[in-house]
Every structure is written in structure tokens, then in C-alpha cells.
């Protein structure tokens, strides 16, 4: 399974971009990049995936570097709501192995 | 997507017991994945449990001590025998939207379990 960094923790201000960054320079061309947050005392939720192209959805935007070999969750504006642990995830099959992920701090 | 169920919510379970962890789905989902996840520690994967076959255990896990159910596409139950305090953690299912790497996955609120 191939691996991910992330920076152990971030912090924000509200209602300012946030951009998480992850690196995966082990990743093969099968891989979709996933990002799942986990709220405290709640199980994780989808946020994002992709392969090759930027992504946007109601929650947020994915960059993804043309090589591959990293990728940016940005959240347009933070709220205190988006206070969580994010986890950027390789997936090639169906299984799921989760990094340490970034805990993100919201300052009001 | 999917709305996941799991009972019971948390538990105090004494050593030497066991317990069974219920995972209920409100729809018919193929695949189905019990994780763990320790104190102030990101989730690891113990098995992946398909409908019709033995489950799949990730290195590390064992039948023996994580035996585990799929009776039916909606159902699915883990056991952790022989508990020990080692084994207090959350333990979370999961269910995936389709069987490609492109499909997510839908978790439920996971089952706190102290071993004393």
C-alpha cells in the first residue's frame, strides 16, 4: 500500500482559505487520491477524490501536481465546523489505509 | 450513499471476556471493512467482509481473535475475543459505494470499547 505525508497539524483562522497538503511520491498510476475528515467522536467522512485532474465540490477543491507526487485539499473558507482531522488517502483496490493525517485547528 | 448503524454505541468489558460488535446498513452494499482505531491514533484496517465468503484479515489480525460475520448484504458483526486492556479502542465499520478505487466509502459513528 502505498504511502502518505502530512503535516502532523495546521491552523486557521475563519472564515480564510485553508490548503492541506499531502505527499505521495510512491504513488502508482492506478491511484486515486481520496480525503476523508474525521470530526471529533464521529467516524470519518468523504471529502474529495481524484486521479488526475483538479476537483471541486460543494465541500472543498482538490489540486492535484501534474507528476502526481503530491496533492492540496483546500477548504475556501474555514469555519469552526471544518475543526477535524483530515486524511489523505491512496486507494488502488477497495481497501483503505489511513496516515497519521493532519489535525486542523480553527481560530475564531 | 449510505447510513450506517452500530451497536453498541460504547461498552466496559472486563478481560478475558468477549464482545460482539453489530454493524447495520440501510441498503444492500457488497463490500464491508471493520476498522480499529487506538487512543489519539489514526484507523487501521483489521478486515475487508464480503457477503458469501470468509473475511480477508489484514497482517496483524487474526480469525481467532477478530472473528467476523456477514450473514447478509445489509449485516455484518465483529467480535474481539479474549479481550485485554490492549484491545481498548474504537472500532468502526464501513461500507463501499461500488468495488472500484474510485468509490468511497461510508463510515459509521464506531463502537468505544474499554477493556478493563
Known amino acids: 500500500d502505498a504511502k502518505t505525508t502530512q503535516p502532523n497539524s495546521m491552523e486557521s483562522n475563519e472564515e480564510e482559505p485553508v490548503h492541506l497538503p499531502c505527499n505521495h511520491s510512491?504513488?502508482?498510476?492506478?491511484?486515486?487520491i481520496h480525503w476523508y475528515r474525521q470530526l471529533p467522536s464521529q467516524g470519518p467522512e468523504y471529502v474529495i477524490h481524484g486521479l488526475t485532474s483538479n476537483v471541486n465540490n460543494r465541500m472543498a477543491s482538490l489540486a492535484i501536481a501534474e507528476d502526481r507526487k503530491s496533492s492540496t485539499l483546500i477548504l475556501h473558507r474555514a469555519t469552526l465546523r471544518d475543526a477535524a482531522v483530515y486524511y489523505c488517502i491512496l486507494v488502488s483496490g477497495n481497501q483503505f489505509y489511513f496516515g497519521t493525517g493532519t489535525s486542523l485547528t480553527v481560530i475564531p | 450513499s449510505a447510513v450506517i448503524s452500530q451497536k453498541p454505541s460504547r461498552d466496559i468489558c472486563q478481560r478475558g471476556t468477549s464482545l460482539t460488535i453489530q454493524c447495520q446498513v440501510d441498503s444492500q452494499v457488497t463490500m464491508m471493512f471493520w476498522y480499529r482505531q487506538q487512543p489519539g491514533q489514526s484507523l487501521t484496517l483489521i478486515a475487508t467482509a464480503n457477503q458469501g465468503s470468509e473475511a480477508t484479515y489484514e497482517s496483524g489480525f487474526v480469525i481467532d481473535k477478530f472473528p467476523i460475520s456477514r450473514p447478509n448484504l445489509t449485516f455484518s458483526t465483529l467480535t474481539v475475543s479474549n479481550m485485554s486492556p490492549e484491545d481498548s479502542s474504537i472500532y468502526l465499520c464501513?461500507?463501499?459505494?461500488?468495488?472500484?478505487?474510485?468509490?468511497?466509502?461510508?463510515f459509521g459513528p464506531g463502537t468505544r470499547l474499554t477493556v478493563l
Open positions: 464501513s461500507v463501499s459505494s461500488g468495488s472500484g478505487a474510485y468509490n468511497e466509502q461510508f
Open positions: 510512491t504513488i502508482s498510476g492506478t491511484d486515486y
